[in-house]
């Protein structure tokens, strides 16, 4: 059920993105005769305090949430990985070094970080997703980190340490892949936060400039209005909401899908980790 | 016995909740002949040496009495003093017969206002370094006290509009001796005294003791619903159009207007390449549709402006056309100006919303003449600071309570480039050197009319909000709050 949910929505949105594009919707057309209008049959949506078709900025600016939360999620998560695996690969100083930077990115809230960082760099879509790469790749490290560490000791990854694997070969080949599921899953999570922290920077007229859509300026704006077109901040609302909580969902049902220490039907099914470790142990062999 | 006592102390509790109450009762009953007005920013120092915002300066006129004040056309006319030139550098002030005393918060001193008053003030703000006014008195060379009523100024250089320039609020010369913190404890002999200044700004009418308090609510949402539910009695201006319309519906408050006299303009910067071009800022003043802009998403009473200086300003004795929308025209200019289309120009705004929303829209219509502008929304510390230091192509700001012709000197003369003015554009002409230095003004205004150093926007119109019971009010042309020296509730 809650799979069809986050599905449904999600498949929603990404097609009302392709029917934007598809039916050449301008989010930046101006008329001034139709300000905060109510929806009819020339604004579905209505339209904003410009007169410009909720609808057309709404597709918009969903397009630039994709955008952001999917580039700032690979970002992130490469530099995360990359500094976790070093870490918790090496161990010793360096891992006591990185950690300790990571730990003080940690110490600040990511998005008070974020607006710190976007408030120093200017507004803009790119000094946004510089900001929220700066601040995002911590929850990474320190997941890759801890994993590593326990990975580092498994007999398969000394074992190919002893054959002569070199380091690349034996993160890339005997350590990354057991990382994979996790990764995805905080991927999945970072997705949406990602698009929140996107629509509170540009709510704070931190994030993507006028007259650029951006669902956190149109929250901005149709708060402004609240009293004289409810229907602005609702759209953008319910929209933002809908589309957190499918991505939430999806990564509930991911981390339930991937969860190594999930067993299903009690024993009939072999968990996913004892078939990673039935794969190890035939890999170590031979 | 036991049971006498516990009665006793059963009544005893009773009747400290009683007057407990009845003292909360009477507090709110107390407060509730307040009124309360919803600023969007409180003011920031209460010492008219030191005032430059707004909301300061509309306080210290209330708190405070000036020596001149000027009327509807803008010309200086006397307030606290009446004056008369005794030579080209000497100006002799006369002060009132019947001036208020001031507001001491003792009865220990009940004289009125002297001419070592006037003296004092004007001394010290010479004196104070920080002061963003003492420059304005760099030219008195010494002021004179002959009684107790008069005292005259003596001017280095000749200054004929030199008594338009007392309207900094008179101290009292003992407490400005005594180093005295005015900007937190103002003491003036304005018509309002500070009462108590914590979380809202606390002044009392010195004539009948009325209690008005002005309260800092910056979201103008949250600003219209308090007045709807009757926290606040008044608010002015700063409210989206929209806001206005609404609460022109509403049985229970009233909304009265008036035409605005604050100068909005695009400034330009004069030393980029391609605005030093008349032809290019001539296309730029063509390409905002001015009339849309002003029926559609402003305020009532706002007027397309043509000059700094408004149409009934003493010194406008010939009115000037106003660009009209033809973006046609615009993109003929620019080709003959040999730009290549689109012209990329960035423009600079702050981060309010309304001043973004013109933003947006004057980049849609200059699209139509070929003109690709960018907008930049700053932070208002950034943003002026870019504007001061003429780092910007084009940016957009109000003069707010302008009203002596001197203007055109200190934001266009070629000497007033910060820090030594207003002129951030860093425009240089000669002719209008010349011409200012002659003050021929309407020589002035046509000329910046037809050099476009400024691109004229228009004046916003003023307006203010009350509940139906709240009288004497209504919004003065500079947006200023003087009618709180009259404003009055009805008895119910």
Same mark, same amino acid.
């Given at each position: 059920?809650?799979?069809?949910?986050?599905?449904?929505?999600?498949?929603?949105?990404?097609?009302?993105?392709?029917?934007?594009?598809?039916?050449?919707?301008?989010?930046?057309?101006?008329?001034?005769?139709?300000?905060?209008?109510?929806?009819?049959?020339?604004?579905?949506?209505?339209?904003?305090?410009?007169?410009?078709?909720?609808?057309?900025?709404?597709?918009?600016?969903?397009?630039?949430?994709?955008?952001?939360?999917?580039?700032?999620?690979?970002?992130?998560?490469?530099? #995360? %990985?990359?500094?976790? $695996?070093? /870490?918790?690969? *090496?161990?010793?100083? =360096?891992?006591?070094? !990185? +950690?300790?930077?990571?730990?003080?990115?940690?110490?600040?809230?990511?998005?008070?970080?974020?607006?710190?960082?976007?408030?120093?760099?200017?507004?803009?879509?790119?000094?946004?997703?510089?900001?929220?790469?700066?601040?995002?790749?911590?929850?990474?490290?320190?997941?890759?980190?801890?994993?590593?560490?326990?990975?580092?000791?498994?007999?398969?990854?000394?074992?190919?340490?002893?054959?002569?694997?070199?380091?690349?070969?034996?993160?890339?080949?005997?350590?990354?892949?057991?990382?994979?599921?996790?990764?995805?899953?905080?991927?999945?999570?970072?997705?949406?936060?990602?698009?929140?922290?996107?629509?509170?920077?540009?709510?704070?007229?931190?994030?993507?400039?006028?007259?650029?859509?951006?669902?956190?300026?149109?929250?901005?704006? #149709? %708060?402004?209005?609240? $009293?004289? /077109?409810?229907? *602005?901040?609702?759209? =953008?609302?319910?929209? !933002? +909401?809908?589309?957190?909580?499918?991505?939430?969902?999806?990564?509930?049902?991911?981390?339930?899908?991937?969860?190594?220490?999930?067993?299903?039907?009690?024993?009939?099914?072999?968990?996913?980790?004892?078939?990673?470790?039935?794969?190890?142990?035939?890999?170590?062999?031979? | 016995?036991?049971?006498?006592?516990?009665?006793?102390?059963?009544?005893?509790?009773?009747?400290?909740?009683?007057?407990?109450?009845?003292?909360?009762?009477?507090?709110?009953?107390?407060?509730?002949?307040?009124?309360?007005?919803?600023?969007?920013?409180?003011?920031?120092?209460?010492?008219?040496?030191?005032?430059?915002?707004?909301?300061?300066?509309?306080?210290?006129?209330?708190?405070?009495?000036?020596?001149?004040?000027?009327?509807?056309?803008?010309?200086?006319?006397?307030?606290?003093?009446?004056?008369?030139?005794?030579?080209?550098?000497?100006?002799?002030?006369?002060?009132?017969?019947?001036?208020?005393?001031?507001?001491?918060?003792?009865?220990?001193?009940?004289?009125?206002?002297?001419?070592?008053?006037?003296?004092?003030?004007?001394?010290?703000?010479?004196?104070?370094?920080?002061?963003?006014?003492?420059?304005?008195?760099?030219?008195?060379?010494?002021?004179?006290?002959?009684?107790?009523?008069?005292?005259?100024?003596?001017?280095?250089?000749?200054?004929?509009?030199?008594?338009?320039?007392?309207?900094?609020?008179?101290?009292?010369?003992?407490?400005?001796?005594?180093?005295?913190?005015?900007?937190?404890?103002?003491?003036?002999?304005?018509?309002?005294?500070?009462?108590?200044?914590?979380?809202?700004?606390?002044?009392?009418?010195?004539?009948?003791?009325?209690?008005?308090?002005?309260?800092?609510?910056?979201?103008?949402?949250?600003?219209?619903?308090?007045?709807?539910?009757?926290?606040?009695?008044?608010?002015?201006?700063?409210?989206?159009?929209?806001?206005?319309?609404?609460?022109?519906?509403?049985?229970?408050?009233?909304?009265?207007?008036?035409?605005?006299?604050?100068?909005?303009?695009?400034?330009?910067?004069?030393?980029?390449?391609?605005?030093?071009?008349?032809?290019?800022?001539?296309?730029?003043?063509?390409?905002?549709?001015?009339?849309?802009?002003?029926?559609?998403?402003?305020?009532?009473?706002?007027?397309?402006?043509?000059?700094?200086?408004?149409?009934?300003?003493?010194?406008?004795?010939?009115?000037?056309?106003?660009?009209?929308?033809?973006?046609?025209?615009?993109?003929?200019?620019?080709?003959?100006?040999?730009?290549?289309?689109?012209?990329?120009?960035?423009?600079?705004?702050?981060?309010?919303?309304?001043?973004?929303?013109?933003?947006?829209?004057?980049?849609?219509?200059?699209?139509?003449?070929?003109?690709?502008?960018?907008?930049?929304?700053?932070?208002?510390?950034?943003?002026?600071?870019?504007?001061?230091?003429?780092?910007?192509?084009?940016?957009?700001?109000?003069?707010?309570?302008?009203?002596?012709?001197?203007?055109?000197?200190?934001?266009?003369?070629?000497?007033?480039?910060?820090?030594?003015?207003?002129?951030?554009?860093?425009?240089?002409?000669?002719?209008?050197?010349?011409?200012?230095?002659?003050?021929?003004?309407?020589?002035?205004?046509?000329?910046?009319?037809?050099?476009?150093?400024?691109?004229?926007?228009?004046?916003?119109?003023?307006?203010?909000?009350?509940?139906?019971?709240?009288?004497?009010?209504?919004?003065?042309?500079?947006?200023?709050?003087?009618?709180?020296?009259?404003?009055?509730?009805?008895?119910?």
């Amino acid at each position: 059920m809650i799979k069809k949910l986050a599905f449904t929505i999600l498949g929603f949105w990404l097609i009302a993105v392709l029917a934007g594009r598809l039916f050449q919707l301008n989010p930046n057309q101006i008329d001034l005769n139709a300000i905060l209008s109510l929806p009819d049959n020339a604004y579905l949506l209505g339209a904003d305090d410009l007169g410009r078709s909720i609808l057309a900025r709404l597709l918009r600016g969903v397009e630039v949430s994709f955008l952001v939360a999917i580039v700032v999620t690979i970002v992130t998560m490469l530099l #995360g %990985v990359v500094i976790g $695996l070093i /870490a918790g690969f *090496y161990g010793g100083k =360096v891992d006591q070094a !990185l +950690m300790q930077v990571t730990d003080i990115f940690l110490a600040f809230p990511g998005i008070l970080l974020a607006i710190a960082f976007a408030a120093v760099l200017g507004p803009g879509l790119a000094n946004l997703m510089i900001a929220l790469c700066i601040t995002g790749w911590v929850s990474y490290a320190r997941l890759t980190r801890g994993q590593t560490l326990s990975l580092r000791n498994r007999q398969h990854v000394q074992a190919a340490e002893s054959l002569g694997a070199s380091v690349p070969r034996l993160i890339i080949k005997h350590i990354l892949p057991l990382l994979a599921s996790i990764l995805v899953v905080e991927a999945t999570y970072s997705l949406a936060s990602v698009m929140i922290a996107e629509a509170s920077l540009s709510f704070l007229g931190l994030g993507i400039q006028a007259p650029s859509a951006s669902w956190g300026a149109m929250l901005r704006d #149709g %708060v402004r209005y609240m $009293l004289v /077109a409810p229907h *602005y901040v609702l759209v =953008v609302g319910l929209s !933002l +909401m809908s589309l957190i909580l499918a991505i939430t969902l999806g990564g509930d049902y991911l981390r339930d899908k991937l969860d190594v220490r999930t067993e299903k039907n009690d024993g009939q099914k072999h968990s996913k980790y004892s078939v990673i470790k039935q794969k190890v142990k035939g890999k170590a062999c031979h | 016995m036991k049971v006498f006592n516990v009665f006793f102390a059963i009544g005893l509790a009773w009747l400290l909740l009683a007057t407990s109450s009845c003292r909360r009762d009477g507090v709110s009953a107390q407060l509730s002949r307040e009124i309360v007005f919803a600023i969007g920013q409180a003011p920031l120092n209460l010492d008219p040496r030191y005032a430059t915002d707004a909301a300061s300066e509309r306080v210290n006129r209330l708190i405070y009495q000036s020596l001149v004040d000027f009327d509807s056309q803008s010309k200086p006319t006397p307030s606290l003093a009446g004056w008369r030139a005794i030579s080209p550098t000497a100006f002799r002030f006369t002060l009132n017969k019947n001036r208020a005393p001031f507001h001491y918060p003792t009865k220990l001193r009940q004289a009125p206002l002297t001419a070592n008053d006037v003296k004092a003030t004007y001394d010290s703000i010479a004196l104070l370094q920080d002061s963003p006014h003492a420059a304005e008195f760099d030219n008195v060379k010494n002021i004179i006290v002959t009684d107790d009523s008069t005292v005259v100024f003596q001017l280095k250089q000749p200054d004929s509009h030199f008594p338009a320039k007392l309207i900094i609020g008179i101290l009292p010369a003992e407490l400005i001796a005594l180093h005295h913190d005015f900007s937190h404890a103002p003491v003036g002999s304005g018509p309002l005294k500070l009462l108590s200044w914590r979380n809202q700004l606390s002044l009392q009418r010195v004539s009948d003791g009325q209690t008005i308090s002005l309260l800092e609510v910056k979201d103008p949402t949250v600003r219209v619903l308090k007045l709807l539910h009757g926290e606040v009695d008044l608010l002015q201006a700063e409210l989206p159009p929209e806001l206005v319309k609404y609460l022109q519906t509403k049985p229970e408050v009233t909304v009265k207007t008036n035409r605005g006299a604050n100068f909005s303009y695009l400034g330009l910067n004069m030393q980029d390449p391609t605005l030093k071009n008349l032809k290019v800022r001539q296309a730029i003043a063509y390409a905002i549709d001015r009339d849309a802009i002003i029926q559609k998403v402003m305020v009532f009473n706002t007027r397309a402006a043509s000059a700094i200086l408004p149409p009934e300003h003493y010194t406008n004795q010939h009115s000037l056309p106003i660009y009209a929308y033809q973006p046609a025209l615009a993109k003929q200019l620019l080709l003959e100006a040999g730009i290549k289309l689109p012209l990329k120009l960035v423009y600079k705004t702050s981060t309010d919303a309304q001043r973004v929303r013109f933003a947006t829209i004057m980049q849609a219509q200059m699209q139509a003449a070929g003109i690709q502008l960018e907008i930049r929304s700053l932070d208002w510390g950034t943003f002026f600071a870019d504007v001061k230091q003429g780092n910007f192509q084009l940016y957009g700001l109000t003069w707010v309570g302008i009203k002596t012709p001197e203007i055109y000197g200190k934001a266009l003369g070629s000497q007033s480039v910060p820090p030594h003015g207003f002129n951030r554009g860093r425009y240089a002409d000669a002719q209008l050197d010349q011409l200012l230095a002659e003050e021929d003004w309407p020589s002035a205004t046509a000329h910046i009319h037809q050099q476009l150093p400024y691109i004229p926007l228009w004046y916003e119109g003023q307006f203010a909000a009350m509940r139906q019971e709240i009288n004497n009010y209504s919004p003065k042309a500079d947006g200023n709050w003087d009618d709180l020296a009259t404003i009055s509730r009805y008895a119910h």
